[in-house]
């Protein structure tokens, strides 16, 4: 893992799906400030492909994005606050949010850590264990070398990814140029966004790991909270 940290089995869930379109919709507002036009605006392009990829209705996404562009009279302002510290057993975390009321967010993140066992931490605390970059999760039908491919689309580094996909990674200013040449190559790309990879990431045993499981899930429940980066092992 020791990146973006995703509920299990999340998607099962109607309530569920209901936030996760929450989240997504939320992403696709801010991202849409920088402008309307995907082509335009890479940010805005990947956030449009993760709610296609999660069947988000087009109503509800161009909705999104009218309310980012200003399109629409709806007086919401999202901002992004990050906070840093360690679920239980030390493990570092950071917490990724998108709110419209800081003061809520801040408050509901304290609580969450204190009734998990976690502990929140100053910034800076956690985030110098952890490397900001560009990842991109893709498959290719044809058998094809996955490192030739990472250095002819300029990616940094690479490792397996789930069912036999391939997770590349690059630096925060390449994602968007990665990404596309990669699909002209012949990729399906499933995910790309920018995240926290840490640098040592821990490995629990499996009653240990439930505990952290649990308290990551608490977090994710919450409507502010958008991305989970965990120094957690697979």
């Not at 890479?42 to 087009?58: E, F, G, V």
């Not at 009321?101 to 110098?128: D, E, Y």
Request: aromatic residues 6%; proline residues 3%.
């Amino acid at each position: 893992m020791g990146a973006q940290w995703k509920q299990k089995h999340r998607e099962t869930a109607a309530n569920t799906k209901g936030r996760v379109f929450t989240k997504l919709a939320k992403e696709i507002t801010i991202a849409a400030r920088d402008g309307a036009d995907p082509s335009m605006n890479p940010r805005l392009r990947m956030a449009i492909d993760a709610a296609k990829k999660a069947s988000m209705t087009r109503d509800t996404l161009d909705r999104a994005i009218k309310k980012g562009s200003g399109l629409l009279e709806v007086d919401v302002h999202y901002e992004t606050v990050v906070y840093e510290g360690f679920a239980p057993h030390q493990v570092p975390v950071i917490v990724v949010c998108l709110t419209d009321n800081r003061n809520r967010t801040a408050a509901n993140v304290r609580v969450l850590f204190n009734k998990g066992n976690g502990q929140l931490a100053a910034s800076g605390a956690v985030s110098w264990d952890f490397d900001r970059l560009g990842c991109i999760e893709g498959t290719h039908e044809a058998d094809v070398d996955s490192e030739v491919e990472a250095i002819e689309a300029g990616a940094q580094d690479l490792e397996p990814g789930d069912e036999g996909g391939t997770v590349f990674y690059t630096e925060p200013t390449d994602l968007d140029a990665v990404r596309v040449t990669l699909e002209a190559r012949g990729w399906t790309v499933s995910a790309a966004s920018l995240i926290w990879k840490a640098k040592n990431p821990l490995s629990l045993d499996p009653a240990t790991r439930d505990e952290v499981e649990a308290f990551l899930g608490s977090l994710d429940d919450d409507d502010d909270v958008q991305n989970l980066f965990v120094g957690l092992g697979s």
